[in-house]
């Protein structure tokens, strides 16, 4: 199994530099480098402080939503421990194709604090729901109340903005049919098996089939506590929005960096929004390629030509590659006290 996971994590690593390299060549290639690294050096660095924090909320949102859902089963755990649950699960997120590495991790780390892991997949299975929820609510949105906005910037973009958003859908979906129907799922689930077995993808295992029903289990609490608690669903809904939003701030603090206006807010967080829903399930770690793709194409009528690639190179840099580094840091923090804490424990015994 160890050997197992060590393959896949290298598998991820390549694919993480390869596609890093390829994005760097695209957008890169055949541009004058020194102008654009004049450009970045003059702007005004008082306005990317704010970028920097506003990661730091980002990341924040997410421990406190994990530390309210955590007290609510009776779980005393501090905010600064949920915060280095937060960091391995954005960094796992985004060196992953798809963001599917995150969970999974954070379950572990959860594990080695004697958290149960059915508690813990819960509290993440609601954390993801309700992620892509405000995902969805605000492509939906901006489809329908912001025709103007529509018309006048994701022209150009409009098929790969419906694609991403038909397959975010198609997951909240899933997911929503995972907790509320069960029975549809788990059956769902079995002729899905038995086609695989069919097919002889699968080795057709008898205990497989068992296995698939115990699991429905923890989806059966998922539903019990999102009907219990909506209210406590309505604030977690809140709250990540505002989450996103500050993800989604770092572009326009970048935009004033350079000293530019004519672009409202509210038009440049949306646009950033348009992206992230385009980019959010593509099978690409971060949404590398896709995502700096996309910008030039958006962002053309906001930073103007000359600014274009400067804007791109702070926007992207500080909201995914400043991010990345950030939660590596206290991934690796979690992993340090991770392990002293073991190396403690097996003293003592």
């Not at 000293?259 to 399930?281: H, N, R, Y």
């Amino acid at each position: 199994m160890a050997k197992k996971n060590t393959k896949r994590v290298m598998m991820n690593i390549v694919l993480f530099i390869a596609i890093f390299l390829l994005t760097i060549y695209g957008v890169f290639n055949g541009e004058d480098l020194g102008e654009i690294k004049k450009d970045v050096l003059g702007c005004n660095y008082i306005w990317l402080i704010p970028t920097i924090i506003c990661i730091f909320i980002f990341i924040w949102c997410e421990s406190v939503i994990i530390w309210f859902l955590m007290r609510s089963y009776g779980i005393k755990i501090k905010k600064r421990e949920c915060f280095l649950y937060s960091s391995v699960g954005f960094f796992f997120n985004s060196v992953t194709p798809s963001a599917t590495g995150g969970q999974p991790m954070q379950i572990y780390f959860m594990k080695k604090k004697k958290i149960p892991i059915p508690i813990s997949t819960v509290i993440l299975m609601i954390v993801t729901i309700i992620y892509k929820l405000v995902l969805v609510v605000i492509g939906l949105g901006i489809l329908i109340f912001a025709r103007g906005f529509v018309a006048h910037y994701m022209e150009d973009v409009l098929a790969i903005f419906y694609i991403g958003l038909l397959i975010n859908i198609i997951c909240i979906t899933v997911l929503m049919i995972l907790v509320f129907h069960q029975t549809l799922a788990q059956k769902m689930a079995v002729l899905f098996l038995k086609l695989l077995e069919k097919l002889h993808l699968l080795k057709k295992r008898r205990n497989r089939i068992n296995k698939l029903v115990d699991s429905m289990d923890l989806y059966r609490e998922t539903a019990t506590y999102i009907r219990q608690h909506m209210g406590r669903m309505a604030l977690i809904f809140v709250f990540t929005f505002f989450q996103r939003c500050m993800l989604f701030s770092v572009t326009w603090f970048v935009y004033k960096a350079f000293g530019l206006s004519g672009t409202s807010f509210v038009s440049v967080i949306t646009l950033q929004a348009v992206i992230s829903i385009a980019a959010d399930m593509l099978p690409f770690p971060g949404g590398m390629g896709i995502s700096e793709s996309l910008f030039l194409k958006l962002f053309l009528p906001v930073f103007g030509e000359a600014l274009l690639l400067p804007g791109l190179v702070l926007s992207r840099g500080i909201g995914y590659y400043c991010q990345l580094i950030i939660s590596g840091i206290f991934t690796m923090i979690a992993t340090v006290t991770m392990l002293f804490k073991k190396k403690k424990h097996i003293q003592k015994n």
